[in-house]
């Protein structure tokens, strides 16, 4: 299941969602993560997954490498939906035990499962088709206003990049720990929730150990190279937004603006 996080991997492409600057996608991502939490109603919900279909085909992005992504986080989307189920009240449908079924209750989980997946394969479509340097530059740039109020926006860029770029390491240094450990007679996947929990005690030490020794590594590579954060850095690629950044991002807003119109027409 390690092997199946998709978060913070690249995938080279030379299509026109990788062509777009790294900005752009940036600000399309924060206008699409407000787009499916306003939207409230049926034709709000489906203008979202039109939306994101239309992303994920001019990406040439699988089907398969969002739901092979997803898989790890199922057990958080199944729960919240069966919490916004069973704890919502309104008009009962369906009523046993302690367990309490309502309209609203349906019509709530449903909506919050279909805002979390179209909320996490978004997140995936970012990080699929940008770099991790261009998203870095793409939230220095976009947080350049901050730097008058003397925020570190170079250095909270960089542990943000790295931080993404960190994620598939760490999951395949996790996935070789637990590999190693079943070789000498560990189990994962038996016993109560407890026993497992207590049986990755022995994976954790060892991971923190690679995941410090990396850092301080990495560190040092930095510092070797006479790295000293973004005073006077320059790009060897400049930013530059073209047309059809700026024709994405009025997009963006027009389906934005039209899913409010919905809302409020209650459609």
């Not at 969602?17 to 900005?23: A, K, N």
């Not at 057990?75 to 035990?97: A, E, M, P, S």
Request: hydrophobic residues 50%.
């Amino acid at each position: 299941m390690l092997k199946d996080i998709t978060l913070g991997q690249y995938f080279p492409g030379d299509t026109i969602v990788h062509r777009l600057d790294p900005r752009t996608k940036l600000l399309c991502v924060t206008l699409y993560i407000a787009e499916i939490f306003t939207a409230n109603t049926v034709c709000g919900v489906l203008l979202s997954y039109a939306t994101l279909a239309m992303a994920v085909i001019l990406s040439k992005t699988t089907v398969k490498q969002l739901l092979k992504g997803m898989k790890p986080l199922l057990f958080i989307i199944i729960l919240t939906g069966l919490l916004n189920l069973f704890y919502t009240t309104g008009d009962t449908l369906v009523k046993f035990w302690i367990f309490n079924i309502t309209r609203q209750g349906v019509i709530r989980s449903a909506q919050m499962v279909s805002r979390i997946v179209m909320l996490i394969c978004g997140s995936f479509l970012l990080t699929l088709t940008t770099s991790p340097l261009s998203i870095t530059d793409g939230l220095e740039m976009l947080m350049n206003p901050l730097k008058k109020l003397r925020v570190p926006v170079h250095e909270l860029s960089m542990m943000m990049s790295i931080a993404l770029r960190f994620i598939p390491t760490l999951m395949e240094e996790t996935d070789k720990i637990m590999s190693a450990q079943k070789a000498r007679g560990a189990d994962f996947e038996t016993g109560s929730l407890f026993q497992r929990a207590k049986a990755l005690l022995p994976v954790l030490v060892p991971l923190f150990v690679s995941a410090f020794r990396r850092a301080d590594e990495l560190a040092t590579a930095m510092e070797c190279r006479c790295y000293h954060g973004g005073s006077g850095r320059t790009r060897m690629k400049e930013l530059k937004m073209e047309s059809r950044d700026w024709l994405c991002i009025l997009l963006f807003l027009a389906l934005l603006a039209a899913v409010i119109a919905l809302r409020v027409l209650g459609i």
